[in-house]
């Protein structure tokens, strides 16, 4: 396929861990405009500074990229508008998409005849059509068969240095041929391959597919730490003779955070229920993962039980290893279980006499995990380390018990 243009006008709103990678990628072949709601995040990126510590200053600063609050923009021709917003669930589980609708009706104000909207936040089977289509037309007066629609579902991996954009098959559906030419177009120069879906509504089930298979696939983890526990053996030890297998398909257990694995089956199953399904196997393991913090706390609580007078120090409450991000995170979730019944206290840059605590629990791994632990080794006083789904090896001593979950 053929580039339309040689630089395209591309505004993207919502400029958070999707969103920025995005804009700067797109800004080394067209002219981008990054939207976002929040002003200290505008601010910030005027500055060439990422909060979130995943895009270089130098990256930001690209002389092709311009950062705006949702203000006016009326002088600028887009041709391409792109929607990076957050698509969470409120308290009781259900899709929250005020920020989607917002942005799509934010979009309308700009939205011309032969534009074209791409959708990159996560949304349940229809959303793209039934919805955002639906907005831009109301709204533009456009009518709804003039627009032009795509939904490229984003895989991007925080804190993963290895499957970075350029690096993954990037999906893309749309509402016509002109549409899907459009999004190729600028998507083929920043990815490793583009698949183009045959239609929207796959898509979009892909993208919460993917996350509902990790789920499935921890929750029958997590299944097997308990099983093992009633042998009274290593689950390490399982998975590791497991992988041996040519097909065995290699997950650990764990606490499943973040703002996509145990968000996007909810979107799923929502819909669903219109549809009068009842799912069990991506609702039961999402009810398992969610009801496994409180397994993890009760062992923390029994494997602890000897030492009179806990004073406990909790370390890495992000929702994973080596990011800054602790969105819907389980292990803040365990903090406050803990906390409850124990004298815990959260580990912060202040805290400098670590020495203080009996009981050590280390939750996700960050650069600075090794450091904390070879001064906590160091201490004279008796205590316990407990690690919990990471990688952390430590050597039993006089003074230190270590547990690994
Ligand atoms: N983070 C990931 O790893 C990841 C991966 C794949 C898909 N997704 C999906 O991508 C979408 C975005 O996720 P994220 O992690 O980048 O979210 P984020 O919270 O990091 O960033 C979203 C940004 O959008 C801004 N925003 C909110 N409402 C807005 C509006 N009406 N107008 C303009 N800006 C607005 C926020 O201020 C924020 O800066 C979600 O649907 C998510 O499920 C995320």
Redesign the pocket.
Known sequence: MNGLKMKNKICI???????LPLATSLANNNHVVG????KK?IENLKKGYDQ?QEISKKSILNKNLKFYE?EDLKNNNFDIFII????PVNKIKKPDLS?LI??CK?VSKFFKKKNLLII????SPGTTENICKKIISNYSKIKNNDIQICFS??????GDKKNTLNKINKVISGNSKAAIKKAYTIYKKIVKKVFIADNIKSAEIS?IFENAQRDVNISLMNELLKICELYNIDYNEVLRICSTKWNFSYFKPGLVG???VP??PYYLLEDLKKKKFKSQIIKNSRDYNEKFVKFIAEKIIVLTKKIKNKKILFCGINFKNNVL?T?NSKYFDLYKILKMKNKITLYQKNITNLQNYNIYIFGSYNLKTNYLINKIRKGKNKKIVISLFNDLKLKNTNNLEYLRI
């Not at 709103?13 to 969103?19: A, F, K, N, T």
């Not at 990159?120 to 949304?123: A, G, I």
């Open positions: 709103i919502g400029l958070g861990y999707v969103g939207v976002d709601i929040s995040r979130n949702n990076t917003v957050p698509t920020a917002n942005a934010f990159e936040s996560t949304v579902p984003e895989r991007i991996n925080p993208k973040g703002h996509c968000v996007d991000d969105r």
